[in-house]
């Protein structure tokens, strides 16, 4: 049947096929193909030049070869077979697929309809994966330039987390010093002072026998600022006693001042701050706020039995140490 100007295959068209060795349908412009009529040849070798077929002719008479009892294929014009693999492909899930032009290679010496689209598919994914990942390679270096000391920062953060660091204590005692404890109070806390600090710090702390509670025990001769600066920087350690009333005092931030400055100076965690009560934001000072911002030690007062007990744990242990400030690590 070659050479016959065959358009359109119907069944009418093969109705004297029966027990043909070889059925011949080259040099046919078939325009269209019913994939039933050759899945019901009873032929053993079909002869096809292809090569001027469309991409839709190609596919219903290879959809039925693949149902047919045909033994042999034999194509003439190989040329076909790259142009109809550039074609276009019917996909199922084209947002999950990507296809392109791709290498012949694993179809090597395999039968032609045992050829798997989705091999090419996944081939042509890899090549067309190349350019991406080096696109994607260029904009991680940028990005990784452009925040490299943010990402330094929390690498350094990381390895704290992981590896920890080892705390530096001052060398010096408090036998070391004029003052073992110098208390900066407002005059209204007195009471808590007489009531509750003095008799612990003689409980706990029996050796600190030079402290300087408050203005009373200041350096006599000399100007009052003078005095405060001296007992600070010739104390062991400092304790300012905070209030809703003591931060609205003047003098009271002046020496809470002086106290802070000495800590820059010396480069010592010298100073810890106990907070009588709960002092609202909005009557917080910024001195006060500059002293937690910088991760500085301090102890909350509780009336719970309990509570103070754990107070003053952690209160005797602050008074017995000094350790030196560290400003590569966080503060928080």
């Not at 990507?98 to 091999?119: H, T, W």
């Not at 600090?197 to 203005?215: S, T, Y």
Request: charged fraction near 25%; glycine fraction near 4%.
């Amino acid at each position: 049947m070659a050479s016959n100007q065959l358009k359109h295959l119907t069944a009418r068209d093969f109705t004297f096929v029966c027990h043909t060795d070889t059925l011949d349908l080259r040099e046919n412009p078939i325009q269209s193909v019913d994939p039933d009529v050759i899945a019901s040849l009873h032929v053993r070798s079909l002869v096809l030049g292809i090569y001027h077929l469309s991409y839709e002719v190609l596919t219903n008479i290879f959809l039925g070869i693949s149902k047919s009892d045909i033994e042999q294929l034999i194509i003439q014009e190989g040329s076909w077979l790259i142009d109809w693999i550039n074609k276009p492909m019917h996909l199922i899930d084209k947002d999950k697929t990507i296809c392109s032009s791709a290498s012949l290679e694993p179809l090597r010496e395999k039968p032609l309809l045992d050829v798997d689209p989705n091999q090419l598919c996944i081939i042509n994914g890899l090549l067309f994966l190349i350019p991406l990942a080096s696109i994607g390679l260029v904009v991680i270096s940028v990005l990784l330039y452009h925040y490299r000391w943010q990402l330094r920062y929390k690498l350094f953060l990381l390895k704290l987390a992981a590896v920890g660091y080892n705390e530096m204590r001052d060398a010096r005692d408090h036998n070391d010093y004029e003052f073992d404890v110098n208390i900066i109070l407002y005059d209204d806390d007195d009471v808590w002072i007489r009531e509750q600090l003095r008799p612990a710090l003689e409980e706990r702390l029996p050796q600190f026998q030079r402290n300087v509670f408050g203005d009373e025990d200041l350096v006599l001769g000399m100007h009052y600022l003078d005095s405060v600066d001296y007992v600070v920087s010739h104390s062991y350690k400092t304790i300012v006693v905070l209030s809703r009333a003591a931060v609205q005092d003047r003098w009271f931030i002046l020496k809470f001042r002086t106290a802070m400055d000495h800590v820059s100076d010396t480069l010592t965690e010298f100073v810890v701050v106990v907070f009588l009560e709960d002092i609202p934001d909005d009557e917080m000072p910024f001195l006060a706020r500059l002293y937690l911002n910088d991760g500085r030690p301090y102890i909350h007062w509780t009336e719970d039995e309990r509570g103070q007990e754990c107070f003053w744990n952690e209160l005797t242990k602050n008074l017995t140490i000094n350790l030196r400030t560290n400003d590569l690590i966080p503060n928080e």
